[in-house]
């Protein structure tokens, strides 16, 4: 009896010992997922922090100067700018590149509104705005990639009869709103002068 008593016993604690075995590596199991949970999430959370960092650095940094609008009229008798705007813009200090072909400009009255884009060719009646170099050392700007550069310095086009609703006579009042893929958009109220004077170009903003 005592005999068996005893094997009983030693059989016991080897049941013990398995047992606690099982659990001793089902808690290393458990801990190896969790660390690699927290590894993956550490990691993917890393990613998205720089990518959004990224974001909002250009998101802040990015902006255009409007150095100059200008009415454009056929002659110096016109009583009206029948030729439209002409807007000289550069890139502010800092600013990553801009791409024209993302921006959209704005033009409205308590009429009347337009949304024009970019096009590398002159559509007549389209709603469409073009640009040509002034400044480009870089040589970055031309028609099919019109990107803008630190330095470089184009003339926006928007012809007449692309915002045909609103008449650019004297003592006009409009808006013009440049909204920009990256950035704050940068508005412009305008009041056309008491006159036009002789001059072909009339100088609106500044």
Not at 29 to 38: I, K, Q, S, Y
Not at 126 to 149: G, I, K, Q, W
Not at 178 to 196: A, D
């Amino acid at each position: 009896m005592k005999a068996n008593r005893k094997f009983l016993m030693d059989n016991e604690r080897g049941d013990i010992g398995v047992g606690t075995l099982i659990i001793f590596i089902a808690m290393v199991l458990v801990a190896a997922v969790a660390a690699t949970v927290l590894i993956y999430t550490t990691g993917a959370l890393q990613q998205k922090a720089s990518k959004t960092s990224k974001e909002a650095t250009q998101q802040i940094s990015t902006n255009i100067i409007v150095e100059q609008v200008l009415g454009n009229r056929s002659s110096s008798a016109s009583a009206t700018l029948d030729q439209g705007l002409i807007i000289r813009v550069k890139p502010d200090v800092g600013t990553t590149s801009i791409d024209l072909r993302q921006m959209i400009i704005t033009v409205w009255d308590k009429d009347s509104q337009y949304d024009l884009n970019y096009s590398d060719i002159d559509i007549v009646d389209s709603a469409t705005f073009t640009a040509t170099v002034v400044r480009d050392e870089d040589h970055s700007f031309n028609s099919s990639t019109p990107v803008l550069n630190s330095g470089d310095l184009v003339k926006i086009n928007i012809p007449a009869d692309r915002i045909s609703g609103i008449q650019l006579a004297t003592r006009k009042t409009f808006w013009v709103t440049l909204n920009l893929e990256l950035g704050s958009p940068v508005n412009l109220e305008i009041t056309t002068p008491n006159s036009f004077g002789v001059n072909r170009y009339v100088m609106l903003y500044p």
